[in-house]
């Protein structure tokens, strides 16, 4: 309890040196409370600070509380949405530029973990770290083998710091909803839910591992992206141990320049692999800023990535991977109406918003973008010109999306500093092209019936009766309306021929379905035998299931 009293009394120390405590209170019911810290000696050895602007005292602020504050900064500054520009910019500059802890605490947690001497594990290891972050620290070293590779440990005791920290963060969220003008359009604690998961999941190596391995898997043998390799056997919750890669850091331009990198290729390359990744894998990496990534000194004519630290990855539903696809790509062919459907469509609009006013916001903020030169439109300018559209149709950016804007934002800005000219719209067009056309040719749309056949077989035994069900029940009501007279009888008909012609169009509609579980199960059949195609008489089959299913809805 003291602990987290003095914790408490650290905040308001920052608080009052940045004048939060003005920018917080200001316009709230609360505003009067300011007058309790008109007497405080902070306030008054610190009025440079207090002077700076907002943005920019919120950012030293956070740095100044700790690296689990400056993580919650780094998640805020991807929620634009949410806030103004200037504080958003700020918040953007925010580094894991944190101060090692002692090699002798990096030494005892590897042993702990790993059950073994520092000295019998490895052949030789580096006390000082290669880099060190909010959550963990790198160090090098080498296997008895000669390999090198790095090793990432756990802060000590961060588990406990974060736990402490982000149970405060939900108090002064509470607060902040309470009193803030715009306290419930905000969501504070819904942000710091986000980031509370979001920051959990790094203390886990094991996951980041394992993310690592699904990514190196996914870009096996590809010349555009390397994943280094992970040693399982010496990886554990708190330690991980991993292939150590030589590249240029992609901050370091004039050395990819010194030795003839083609700086358009690999601009271009970026913007490839973000698509790759969100569309056709649904795994991305989710933390790309430039501390990241390095560039392989290898093969400069045609320019290949290499990425670490996996501690963030993103996926998206099915759902979400159309519509945000669909999204971008009536964004590059100005079909603003579209853009408005899927919104509403997706659920990201309220269901009442109408297209016409939703297709004519999005309209006036696009249209004077797109009359730039395509080189230099910025798509995350799109974002965050749509955010303040957002804002009068009570859109709420979904948590599934905050990652994938992030990363969006992430390679374009990468993109641009690597390549100026980088044409964001012509690199990604002809890959989401594709990617629709592939998502909706019958092989594919036959794929998702296969994957979707053992549900189908699941509810097989209970159709005839919900079949006879429906047929009895539809009889008894054409009964009732021909005994009170509300339906006539055509002349030369009973109402059992009326009925009849009433369950056409049901017994149509059965029929299809039955033919396309049928070509489903003999594609799932087919798929499980090795084959890589669908035969061209299950697409047949399917194809007359689906002719009989058109049938039926006609004649309902």
Known sequence: MMVRIARLARIEHVMVKYALEELFLENTAAHPLRHLFLLS???????????????????????????????????????????????????????????????????????????????????????????????????????????????????PGISETIRRDVSLMYLLADIAAATLRDGKRLRPREVVAEYDKTIHDELDLVAEATNAVVLRNNFKDSDTLYIPEIHWDYTRSSVMVQERISGIPIRDIKAMEAIGMDMKKLAEH??????????????????????????????????????????????????????????????????????AQLHIDSGWVPRGTRVSELEAGVRAVCEPIFEKPLAEISLGDVLLQLFNIARRFDMEVQPQLVLLQKTLLNIEGLGRQLYPDLDLWATGKPFLKRWVVKRNNPQTILRRFVDQAPQMLKAMPELPMMVHDHVDLQNQLLRRELASGSVKRAPGTGWRQGADTADRGLRYSITGAAIVLSAALLGSANVMAGSDTVPWWVLLTALLGAAFLMAGLRRR
Do not use: C
């Open 41 to 155: 000696p902070t306030r008054w050895m610190n009025s440079e600070t207090r002077a700076l602007p907002r943005g920019q005292r919120i950012r030293l602020a956070l740095e100044e509380l700790g690296p689990v504050f400056v993580k919650l900064g780094q998640a805020l500054s991807t929620r634009r949405d949410l806030l103004p520009d200037d504080i958003g910019d700020e918040l953007t500059l925010l580094q894991d530029n944190v101060k090692p802890f002692a090699s002798e605490l990096a030494r005892i947690e590897i042993e702990r973990a790993l059950n073994e001497k520092v000295e019998v594990l490895f052949q030789s290891f580096e006390d000082q770290p290669i880099a060190s972050a909010s959550v963990a620290q790198v160090h090098g070293a080498v296997m008895h083998d000669g390999s090198e590779v790095i090793v990432k440990v756990l802060r």
């Open 270 to 339: 970026g913007v490839e692999i973000f698509y790759t990744q969100v569309f056709d894998h649904n795994f991305f990496h989710a933390d790309m800023h430039p501390g990241n990534i390095f560039v392989s000194r290898e093969h400069p004519d045609n320019p290949q990535y290499i990425a670490v630290d996996f501690g963030i990855v993103g996926s998206l539903t099915d759902e979400d991977q159309r519509y945000m696809g669909e999204n971008l790509l009536a964004f590059f062919q100005r079909d603003y109406r579209r853009v």
